[in-house]
């Protein structure tokens, strides 16, 4: 199991920045993937970005405004977001999966992608 807690949500107006935090504890199994999805109210749970050893993913609507990233030496994964929009506003989740049927791997099944292990969300909240 994997322990994830997200943090660094918050509210800003629209066109501003946000980085959010994943604290990533591997207890008895090290994440082949970890990646950051959002959920609207009334939405579907949607993907925003994955990353494993050889490459990232990102959603069409965040390509070239948001960077996932990790810190193996800190075990945090990151998600920076630039260009806030309204519509990117949700409780955003941080997962992890140590398999191979995962959304690194083109899962795209919604609402869990193939993630095994997700943390409770940290809230986003965009301004116009």
């Known amino acids: 199991q994997v322990q994830l807690v997200e943090s660094g949500g918050g509210s800003v107006q629209a066109g501003g920045s946000l980085r959010l935090s994943c604290a990533v504890t591997?207890?008895?199994?090290?994440?082949?993937?970890l990646g950051w999805f959002r959920q609207a109210p009334g939405k579907e749970r949607e993907a925003v970005a994955g990353?494993?050893?050889?490459?990232?993913t990102y959603a069409d609507s965040v390509r070239g405004r948001f960077t996932i990233s990790q810190d193996n030496a800190k075990n945090t994964l990151y998600l920076q977001m630039n260009s806030l929009k309204p519509e990117d506003s949700g409780i955003y989740y941080c997962?992890?999966?140590?398999?191979?049927?995962?959304?690194?791997?083109?899962?795209?099944?919604?609402?869990?992608?193939?993630?095994?292990?997700w943390g409770k969300g940290t809230l986003v909240t965009i301004s116009s």
């Open positions: 990353i494993d050893n050889t490459r990232t």
């Open positions: 591997a207890n008895t199994w090290r994440p082949t993937c």
């Open positions: 997962a992890a999966d140590g398999g191979k049927s995962h959304f690194c791997s083109g899962n795209r099944q919604a609402p869990y992608y193939g993630m095994t292990d």
